[in-house]
Structures are given as C-alpha cells and as structure tokens.
C-alpha cells in the first residue's frame, strides 16, 4: 500500500481568499508579494510541480517564475484551496485539511492592556503559586522578551501575552524560571481558559541574561484543545495506518490519532527527522511535517526577504526528498493559511492555499479551485484507503 506525506509550509498562502475584506485581508497574496519582491526567486522544482499555475489561479494573476534548474520531474497535480473554517489560525487550518473545518468561532482575549480577565489572573496564581504576570497584553513573542526579561529574571513572574489568535502565551527562562514548571503553569492554564474556548495554550521558554540577547529556545510547547471530531489522523490510526507526526503536529492535533511523533526545530532538523520517518515508515503509512519558519521567523515578523530565501532553501532540499521516496509514496505539499510578510501589523492573512501532489504513480493534471482545504485530507484518506466525513477527493 502506498504511503502518504504530507509536507505542510505554514503560512505559505498564494491569495484570492473570497472573503479575505471579511478578515480586513483584501489584497493578501503571501507568495505573489515575495514574487514581486524578489522576481529573481528561484524555486524551480515547486514550479515545476505546478505552484506557479496554482498561485496564478488563485489570485488571478500572472506572475512569472522560472524552473530553470529544476531537478523535480514528477507527474503531478496542482490546485488551490478555499478555507471555509470561521478563523485563519494553524489549528482551523491544520483541522480542516484533516477533514474537521472549525465552522464555530474560538474565544479571544483583547489585543490592548489588560488582554486577560482578573479573575482569571487571580484563579491562574492562586492555583500556580505565582504572585503575577508581566505582559498581559497582545505582542510579538520577540519583542516582548526583550521588553519584560530582565523584569522576569527580577521578579519570577512569567510573561503573559496573547496574538491576534486563539491563545494565552506564557514566556518564561529556562534557567532562572525553569522549563518543568512553566511546563506546569501551562497546563494550569490550559485548564482555566476552557470556557473561553482558547485554542491554545503555548509554553514560549528563552534563554539569555539581559535585553537585547533573549532568544527563545526550542523546547515550546503547544497545548491544545482536542479536535472536535475524529481527523484523517484518527481514521489512519484507528485501521491500523502508522502515523507520524513531525514538528509541531502533535501538539496541533492534541496528540489525537498520532503514532509516534518527531521532535525537531528549525526547517534544516525537520527535514532530516522527516528523512528519519520515511526510513522508518512502512507501507501505509502518514507522515505529517510541518515547517513552522515560513510562519514564525518570517509571516509573523514581515521579513519579506527571510521568507524567499527560506522558500528557496526549502525547494532546494526537494531533489534530496524525492530521492528517499518509494515507488508508490504520493505526496502533498500545502499549507494552513496565509502570512503575507508585506502586511500591515503581524497577523495571519486570509488566502487560499496551495496543493501540490505528486509521485511515480500519479497522473499529472490541474485539480482546480477546491471549495474547502477538507479536500486535501479525503484525497491523502484515499491513497491509503480510507473514507473521511468532508471533503471531495481530487485523485
């Protein structure tokens, strides 16, 4: 039986989100806006599998890209995405490429001091043993440390923020505050933000001895509510299918229908666990990796110039993956929304999504405009003979 991969670039959005002005994302085009800045970008191998096409479709536009160099020759199929989940977070978008659309909307905490209720707070320390949190506000994990680390180290109060997502982010040293304990502080929290409805709860340690040279380490960890119905890695688990999260879809997914999981940071140490898991995997199986940069290092901080080159780093390792495939692995490449480095502020952007799949086995054509990201997952259900509950397959 053929496996399936599933190699997810977070953030990589391609634009002409139908309700993107609903969002206050109209003109939104993660990758168009790296094109037009940077038209010499060379990412010759997702070209050749049909990126280009995808992205031109969905943003009615017709930008060029050369594939001079290209190393990639396989028969594939390119399409492009509508997100029908009310929100433009990773979990609605990792959830409903899964099959599970978050049609409900999560629970917020207000972008301006003081973004978190007192009487949260107040059960929060009460519980954690803590006199209080630095923070309290919307703000990029970055930033903040530099701001309130050196007040952190001072007093032991963690820093507490929020983004424009569903969150409570907790940043604290690893060494002075320590990694087990903001480990337990999270979950405390996980606990008291459930009737909020928060979709996550996100351990940010750091390391550093004063401002300017905190930098946060990769022991983050995403606490996560459970997916509201079974996902494609439920169904995989549940018939037997060997599961493999890498990265970051473990947590994503609250562990639910994961096998085994993969711990790396940094898109170089994904890609070699990655490489791990296909040694590893036999026949039938999923492995789900997400490359978590594009969205962290670059959507986020609007570094246009960090993501192309990040972009043409990732197409460069193409050749190396598509040399460790199996005759009959098929593979998805997509992504969970969009992250346009050229926007206003630091905010996820509402866009349609590319979907490139390829292997030996496949018959090349364009599978078009697909009416929500479940499609994705009911054609990766397909190739390992399964059946998901949304979503129309493209195969």
Known sequence: MARAIILMMDSFGIGGAPDARDFGDEGADTFGH???SFP???IPNLVRLGLLKAANAASGNNRKVSEEGAKVDLPSVYGHCVEISSAKDTTSGHWEIAGVPVLESWGYFKPEYPSFPKELLERICKKAG???????KAASGTVIIQELGEEHIKTGMPIGYTSADSNFQIAAHEKYFGLQKLYDLCQIVYEEVKPYHI???IARPFIGEKAGEFVRTGNRHDYSVL???PTLLDVAKANGHKVIAVGKIYDIFAG???VEKKTASGHPALWEKTFEAMREAEDGSLIFTNFVDFDMLYGHRRDVKGYAKALEEFDAMLPEFVSQLKDDDVVFICADHGNDPTAKGTDHTRE???VLMFGQKIKAKDAGKRKTFADIGQTVAEVLD???NKGVSFL
């Open 34 to 36: 790296i094109v037009d």
């Open 40 to 42: 010499e970008i060379k």
């Open 130 to 136: 803590i006199t209080g949190f630095l923070g309290n």
């Open 199 to 201: 979709a996550r709860v």
């Open 227 to 229: 997916p509201i119905a």
């Open 256 to 258: 639910c229908g994961v």
């Open 352 to 354: 349609q999504v590319p």
């Open 386 to 388: 399964l059946k998901l």
